[in-house]
T-cell receptor, first 113, second 114 residues
Framework: GENVEQHPSTLSVQEGDSAVIKCTYS??????FPWYKQELGKRPQLIID?????GEKKDQRIAVTLNKTAKHFSLHITETQPEDSAVYFC????????????FGKGTRLHILP | DTGVSQNPRHKITKRGQNVTFRCDPI?????LYWYRQTLGQGPEFLTY????????KSRLLSDRFSAERPKGSFSTLEIQRTEQGDSAMYLC????????????FGAGSRLTVL
C-alpha cells in the first residue's frame, strides 16, 4: 500500500523567511496530493492540493511542487508569519480509483520572532 | 448542519471495556473516513465508507475494531476489549464524491485507556 514519508519533523524559521517541507510517496499510481495544516488543539484543515497533471500550484504565499518521476512533492511557504506556526501534513491518494488518503507524520513549523 | 460532529469528545475507560464513538458527517457528503492520531504523529488511516459500503479497512486494525455506517449517514466506531495502546484521538472526516476529495475533519474523540 501507499507510504508517505515527510521531513523534516520539526522546522524553525525566522519570521519573513521561507519554509520548505518535503514528502515522498511510494505508490506510482497516486495522483492526488493534499496538504493539511493543524493548529494546536484544532482539527486538520486543507490548505492546498495538487493533482498529478500539473507540476506546481500557488495560492498567495503557499505553493506546492510535484515531481512524479521522483515521487516527491514539496510545500513552500514564503514570507512566513506567526500564524503559520502549526503542524503540516502531506498526504497522497489514488484519487479516482482509490479514495483512501494516506498522511505523512507531519512537520511542526515554528515561526521565530 | 455546520460540519462534522463527533461524540463523545472525551472518553476515559478501563482496560478491557468496550467503547463506541459516533460521527455525524456533513449531510451531503457520501464518503466518511476514520483516522487515529497519536501525539506527534499524522492521522493513521483506519477505514472508510462510501455511502453505507465499507470500502477498505486498514490491515493494522485488529479484529477488536469495527465500524458501521448503516444508513449511509452517521457512523460508529467500536473498540472492544480496549488496551492501553488504543489511547489516541479518533478523527472522523467526510468528503463529497464530486470534485477533489477534500476531507472535512471533526474535532475528534479522545480515548484514554487506564
Amino acid at each position: 500500500g501507499e507510504n508517505v514519508e515527510q521531513h523534516p519533523s520539526t522546522l524553525s524559521v525566522q519570521e519573513g523567511d521561507s519554509a520548505v517541507i518535503k514528502c515522498t510517496y511510494s505508490d506510482s499510481a497516486s495522483n492526488y496530493f493534499p496538504w493539511y495544516k493543524q493548529e494546536l488543539g484544532k482539527r486538520p484543515q486543507l490548505i492546498i492540493d495538487i493533482r498529478s497533471n500539473v507540476g506546481e500550484k500557488k495560492d498567495q504565499r503557499i505553493a506546492v511542487t510535484l515531481n512524479k518521476t521522483a515521487k516527491h512533492f514539496s510545500l513552500h511557504i514564503t514570507e512566513t508569519q506567526p500564524e503559520d506556526s502549526a503542524v503540516y501534513f502531506c498526504a497522497a491518494s489514488h484519487g479516482n480509483r482509490d479514495d483512501k488518503i494516506i498522511f505523512g507524520k507531519g512537520t511542526r513549523l515554528h515561526i521565530l520572532p | 448542519d455546520t460540519g462534522v460532529s463527533q461524540n463523545p469528545r472525551h472518553k476515559i475507560t478501563k482496560r478491557g471495556q468496550n467503547v463506541t464513538f459516533r460521527c455525524d458527517p456533513i449531510s451531503e457528503h457520501n464518503r466518511l473516513y476514520w483516522y487515529r492520531q497519536t501525539l506527534g504523529q499524522g492521522p493513521e488511516f483506519l477505514t472508510y465508507f462510501q455511502n453505507e459500503a465499507q470500502l477498505e479497512k486498514s490491515r493494522l486494525l485488529s479484529d477488536r475494531f469495527s465500524a458501521e455506517r448503516p444508513k449511509g449517514s452517521f457512523s460508529t466506531l467500536e473498540i472492544q476489549r480496549t488496551e492501553q495502546g488504543d489511547s489516541a484521538m479518533y478523527l472522523c472526516a467526510s468528503s463529497s464524491r464530486t470534485g477533489a476529495n477534500v476531507l472535512t475533519f471533526g474535532a475528534g474523540s479522545r480515548l484514554t485507556v487506564l
